[in-house]
């Protein structure tokens, strides 16, 4: 199997590692600033292997993407020396659409901030997204986007749906992804991405 993780930020295929893309220190930094004036912002940093929350962990509302394994409580942001390749801002009110906004107008031309579940919020680098790294994986295999599916349910989902032939979004999603999306189904608590995967695989089977 092939794997694009951290909204792109790593990119795996054949068991090769081929990209792997860390935030700048300062830019992080930068971030870190702008969430602290908003109290209802928390900041969780990631490696390869452990959650650095920039806040109490009994803050932090786990989702299914956002687990935090190993959390380190963490009162700086950590050293140069470590390889940040992911950020998420936990927003504790929900108010996760303007908070959006207020953090792409205070840092609009580092990142982009996209909404992502119920309460949080992705950091991710300018240029940077599950898109660009799926197309690694594409020119890997010479496969062209026409050819390929992608499922999504939230804005952090947009450009890759926005990028393959058949982008089909969840009922659960935002608004945005399902209006983007050739096919709606049903939502995540009722397993649909692997119903719509057998459905797709056993038709392909059939021809």
């Known amino acids: 199997m092939d794997f694009v993780a951290s909204n792109g930020?790593?990119?795996?295929?054949?068991g090769k590692l081929v990209d792997r893309e860390v935030f700048s220190h300062a830019a992080v930094c930068r971030l870190y600033r702008a969430v602290t004036m908003?109290?209802?912002?928390?900041?969780?940093?990631?490696?390869r292997t452990n959650s650095f929350l920039l806040d109490d962990e009994a803050v932090f509302e786990r989702?299914?993407?956002?687990?935090?394994?190993?959390?380190?409580?963490?009162?700086?942001?950590?050293?140069?020396?470590t390889s940040i390749i992911k950020a998420s801002v936990y927003v504790s009110d929900g108010t996760v659409m303007d908070m959006s906004y207020a953090l792409a107008r205070e840092l609009?031309?580092?990142f982009v901030f996209a909404p992502s579940g119920r309460k949080w919020i992705d950091?991710?680098?300018?240029?940077?997204?599950?898109?660009?790294?799926i197309r690694q994986v594409m020119e890997a295999h010479g496969v062209s986007a026409d050819e390929v599916a992608a499922f999504g349910d939230s804005m952090n989902d947009y450009e890759i749906l926005r990028m393959v032939g058949m982008p089909i979004?969840?009922?659960?999603?935002?608004s945005a992804i399902k209006q983007i999306a050739r096919k709606v189904i049903g939502p995540n608590i009722e397993h649909s991405v692997q119903k719509e995967l057998r459905r797709m695989l056993e038709?392909?089977?059939?021809?």
Do not use: C, W
């Not at 930020?9 to 054949?14: K, L, M, N, P, R």
């Open 123 to 133: 950091v991710m680098q300018r240029g940077v997204s599950k898109a660009t790294g």
């Open 38 to 47: 908003f109290d209802v912002l928390h900041l969780a940093l990631f490696d």
């Open 108 to 110: 609009g031309e580092d």
């Open 9 to 14: 930020a790593q990119v795996v295929v054949g």
């Open 169 to 174: 979004a969840m009922e659960n999603g935002r």
């Open 203 to 207: 038709e392909l089977s059939a021809r």
């Open 63 to 81: 989702e299914i993407d956002k687990n935090l394994p190993n959390p380190v409580r963490s009162y700086e942001v950590p050293s140069p020396e």
